[in-house]
């Protein structure tokens, strides 16, 4: 079974510097997603990124991207220009390329903006 | 406006009751899914549904059954409620299944069980 793992359950960053959230997973499979969501104070599930297991190209929005290392199974996030609002859980998910499969969500890292 | 709304928002309910929470997207997806968040966070999927057919059912007890009406609603119906059902539940959608860009998610309804 596929899984995922957060290692750093909380991570705190100066506001305006750069900060990387860990995600570690485990699949038997080649073809797959991952994707980093964020989830504010509002509940809210937000999609940050997502990346194709057969893209090379480390994926990238605006202030967030991604560090894809598909033999050594990592998917770490950077967040650069840390903002006040970028303050919440963010979630590591990963998706099979198979038809009827479902996202599993790692355990997920609260990051914290000091101002 | 609301691409996925669920209702209610919150649900204070006591032990033994039965309770629904109910789930409509207006983007014209396929797919629907429940997910419940404990209260360490934890996302894990219930169910799914493609076009009104169940797809995934995980290890869930049966007090909780899923109703998919039309492909554009999908409710959450739960018997005979327990202390541990305590816990946010999202519904989520994806336009059909099998796509690769993650799902659309609700706000999500805190169910709290007294």
């Known amino acids: 079974a596929q899984t995922v793992t957060q290692s750093q359950p909380e991570m705190s960053v100066q506001e305006a510097e750069t900060v990387t959230l860990s995600c570690t997973y485990d699949t038997s499979e080649s073809d797959y997603y991952l994707f980093w969501y964020k989830q504010p104070p509002s509940r809210q599930m937000i999609l940050v990124i997502r990346q194709e297991a057969y893209k090379q190209q480390n994926a990238t929005e605006n202030r967030f991207s991604v560090n894809f290392q598909k033999a050594a199974k990592s998917f770490s996030l950077k967040i650069s220009d840390s903002q006040l609002g970028d303050a919440a859980m963010y979630f590591c998910?990963?998706?099979?390329?198979?038809?009827?499969?479902?996202?599993?969500f790692g355990k997920g890292t609260r990051l914290h903006i000091l101002p | 406006d609301t691409a996925v709304s669920q209702t209610p928002k919150y649900l204070v309910t006591q032990m033994g009751n039965d309770k629904s929470i109910k789930c409509e997207q207006n983007l014209g997806h396929d797919t629907m899914y429940w997910y419940k968040q404990d209260s360490k966070k934890f996302l894990k999927i219930m169910f799914s549904y493609n076009n009104k057919e169940l797809i995934i059912n995980e290890t869930v007890p049966n007090r909780f059954s899923p109703k998919s009406p039309d492909k554009a609603h999908l409710n959450l119906h739960i018997n005979s409620l327990e202390l541990g059902d305590s816990a946010v539940y999202f519904c989520?959608?994806?336009?059909?299944?099998?796509?690769?860009?993650?799902?659309?998610f609700g706000s999500g309804t805190r169910l709290t069980v007294v």
């Open positions: 989520a959608s994806s336009p059909w299944i099998g796509e690769p860009y993650g799902y659309t």
């Open positions: 998910a990963y998706r099979s390329a198979r038809r009827d499969d479902k996202i599993i």
